[in-house]
Nanobody, 125 residues
């Protein structure tokens, strides 16, 4: 049974930084692809970044490229999302997801089989 547990969401000022964590159980990080997504009220869920498990290659969505960093720690079986220069477009519930599809390159538009509960990120002065 694959389980994902996110943490790290908080209230942060515009321009600030935050690091989200997602502890993965039931599968090692090199066996699946992993993604970070976000869901804001009244908006469609948006892909943020993903990790191709077997290669370690990371892909970023256009709205966060250059500001967010996806990383992983195989020893802790945990993936992270470091978010810098947060702006009013970033508040949302951030969700971690795992895909067993094993694409050549992870995709934010593909099938994700397992989802965490999410962690709230708020940006306000």
């Amino acid at each position: 049974q694959v389980q994902l547990v996110e943490s790290g969401g908080a209230l942060v000022q515009p321009g600030g930084s935050l690091r989200l964590s997602c502890v993965v159980s039931g599968v090692s990080l090199d066996r699946y692809d992993f993604g970070w997504f976000r869901q804001a009220p009244g908006r469609q869920r948006q892909g943020v970044a993903c990790l191709t498990g077997r290669t370690g290659k990371i892909y970023y969505g256009d709205s966060v490229r250059g500001r967010f960093t996806f990383s992983s720690d195989n020893a802790k079986n945990t993936v992270y999302l470091e978010m810098d220069n947060l702006n009013p477009g970033d508040p949302a519930v951030y969700l971690c997801a795992a895909s067993s599809a094993r694409y050549t390159q992870c995709t934010l538009n593909g099938r994700y089989d397992y989802w965490g509960q999410g962690t709230q990120v708020t940006v306000s002065s």
